[in-house]
């Protein structure tokens, strides 16, 4: 399996839902990431985890809360999101080989607060 | 801090001209670049990185540290490689990546 998988695909939530985004990926990868990507604009990172230690986190509000079951998996849990945080999700992996390694993206999780 | 700069939001040539996407960067340390593609309604996905100096889908890209540049250059572009076009600097183990603003490719018939 050479993929990053996401679910869910769309997701619609109000300011005071709890939900969580899913990413799974079976490549043997001991990194894992999260981004937002507004439209038109590039991907921003949220967070990275290596060997499923939580390494970067890029200031994120703690709304979001990632977490890392396994070395397969990542989820970002969502709690009192704001309209402002649609966007979409994307994950990513990478083998964490020694350098700077190729991240391989997941199709994302569009993400809608109303 | 690291930043990179695609100076072009918008680049339209037209099927069988050469194309060239800029991207600058700012690093203190020995930067990684990449170059990302993301075609209509289709996931992120690697183009080509600098340190494996090959030619994807006939595109190339060059370091070049004195004037801190990574451009994607084409020969001959395709009607198939209108897509946006992302360059990305990582820093080595850190994870810690930074794309640019991207360019959006159209390929005219």
């Known amino acids: 399996d050479t993929e990053v998988t996401q679910t869910p695909k769309h997701l619609v939530m109000g300011m005071t839902n709890k939900k969580s985004l899913k990413c799974e990926q079976h490549m043997g990868h001991r990194a894992m990431y999260w981004y937002k990507q507004k439209a038109k604009k590039p991907p921003e990172l949220m967070f990275v985890?290596?060997?499923?230690?939580?390494?970067i986190n890029e200031s994120v509000p703690s709304r979001f809360s990632p977490e890392c079951p396994n070395s397969s998996l990542l989820n970002l849990h969502l709690h009192a999101l704001q309209p402002e945080d649609s966007a979409l999700y994307l994950c990513?992996?990478?083998?964490?080989?020694?350098?700077?390694?190729?991240?391989?993206f997941g199709p994302g999780t569009r993400l809608t607060v109303l | 801090a690291q930043r990179v700069t695609q100076p072009e939001k918008l680049l339209s040539v037209f099927k069988g001209a050469p194309v060239e996407l800029k991207c600058n960067y700012s690093y203190s340390g020995s930067p990684e670049l990449f170059w990302y593609v993301q075609y209509s309604r289709q996931r992120l996905q690697l183009l080509l990185r600098?340190?494996s100096r090959e030619s994807i889908k006939g595109f190339t890209a060059d370091l070049n540290k004195g004037e801190t540049s990574f451009h994607l250059k084409k020969p001959f572009a395709q009607e198939e490689d209108s897509a946006m076009y992302y360059c990305?600097?990582?820093?080595?183990?850190?994870?810690?990546?930074?794309f640019g603003d991207g360019t959006t490719l159209t390929v005219k018939p």
């Open positions: 990513a992996s990478s083998q964490l080989g020694g350098g700077a390694d190729t991240q391989y």
């Open positions: 600098h340190i």
């Open positions: 985890y290596s060997y499923e230690k939580l390494s």
């Open positions: 990305a600097l990582l820093r080595t183990n850190a994870g810690k990546s930074t």
